[in-house]
């Protein structure tokens, strides 16, 4: 069974940075896309920043030139280093494996979340 294990999450002030980890466990083969998303209160759940197993790397425009996604593919582990934070960024993150072939077969995985808060 894959699990996804998020920590780093936490409160800071605006223009402060939080750093978030999610490590990927169980018999892993291959993770085609790691990446995160956010859900703030009454709105919907929207994609932060994604990266693929060769690299390549994907934002949303609110994060661009403040966040910056990375992996390790050894350890199955993605990281979001979030710099100038601002009160807008306060939600719930989540990680998310897509493409991850594993014992059981091949599918896709959300971690539990980590709420991050930003105060003004």
């Known amino acids: 069974q894959v699990q996804l294990v998020e920590s780093g999450g936490g409160l800071v002030q605006a223009g402060g940075s939080l750093r978030l980890s999610c490590a990927a466990s169980g018999t892993i083969y291959h993770i085609n896309d790691m990446g995160w998303y956010r859900q703030a209160p009454g709105k919907q759940r929207d994609l932060v920043a994604r990266?693929?197993?060769?690299?390549?790397?994907t934002y949303a425009d609110s994060v661009k030139g403040r966040f910056t996604i990375s992996r390790d593919n050894a350890k199955n582990t993605v990281f979001l280093q979030m710099n100038s934070l601002k009160p807008e960024d306060t939600a719930v993150y989540y990680c998310?494996?897509?493409?991850?072939?594993?014992?059981?077969?091949?599918?896709?995985?959300w971690g539990q979340g980590t709420q991050v808060t930003v105060s003004s």
């Open positions: 990266i693929t197993n060769s690299g390549r790397t």
């Open positions: 998310s494996a897509r493409g991850v072939l594993s014992s059981p077969g091949l599918s896709d995985y």
